[in-house]
């Protein structure tokens, strides 16, 4: 189980490793400098997700933060996780080869330390290296990813084709709508001076809306090849187009409506 050095989310990795650990299965962590992994601390604690969370003090009193944060089992699981040898003691990306494992999970979370594991080039070619293990039926050792996980995977190029081992595959992901309704909630009525916090990557001016998203990347890059990157984005800015122009058509017949005026 790979991680970041920090921000990965607590209930993806540590209820897993309770899952898989009670299976009777040995867990082996890896972060890229041998660093022991700190999950998302506002995940644990629920601190700052608050409207009151920047201000010292009262940060500490929490009432969405409750119900955002990692619940009691999982945050009993990180517990316990952290005293583990292997979490305390993880290899280095590096050092992994895909004959000493019999499967990968890739957990999530949205934090800002996600980047060095969602972008690491070593971390993507072994997990391409998994999915290239495969036999002659063409199955591979087994992968599980979990939310921003599957960016990660979806990131990974296969040797052998050049494109990412998810390419016309079929993958559970973070949807959009789940991602920006987190992002809504907490920017306008919790960690509203963070505005970004739940986006690992935000658009730019001249993307359309959830164009960096988990769904939106994950899609460009499990699409067939005949259909391209520039294709996708050309689409999503279209439908953004079409969209405001829509809304912009009913402003004008609710006008229209109000001062008893209608169109020819």
Partial sequence: MPLPDRDFDPTEAAVT??????????????????????????????????PWGFIPGIRKLKLIGLALRAQQGARDAYAAMQKADSFTNPIRYSDLEVADFDGLVLPGGHGPGMVQYL????????????YESGDG?????PVGAICHGVVLAARATS???????LQGRKTT???????????????YFARFWDPLYYRTYSESDNQPAGYMSVE??????????RFCAGTIAEYMRARQRFRTLRDRRLTDRRTQVGTGTSRK
């Fill in 159 to 165: 040797p052998s084709t050049g494109q990412s081992v």
């Fill in 216 to 225: 939106s990347e994950i899609k460009r890059r499990t699409m067939l090849s």
């Fill in 17 to 50: 490793w309770s899952v898989i650990e009670a299976a009777g299965h040995d867990v082996v962590f890896a972060t890229e400098h041998c660093t022991r992994p700190a999950a998302d601390p506002i995940m644990i604690s629920g601190e700052r997700l608050d």
């Fill in 119 to 130: 972008e690491n080039e070593t971390l993507q070619g072994f997990v391409a290296d998994f």
């Fill in 173 to 187: 992901a973070l949807t959009w709508s789940q991602e920006k309704a987190a992002w809504q909630l907490t920017r």
């Fill in 137 to 141: 039926a063409q199955l591979h050792k």
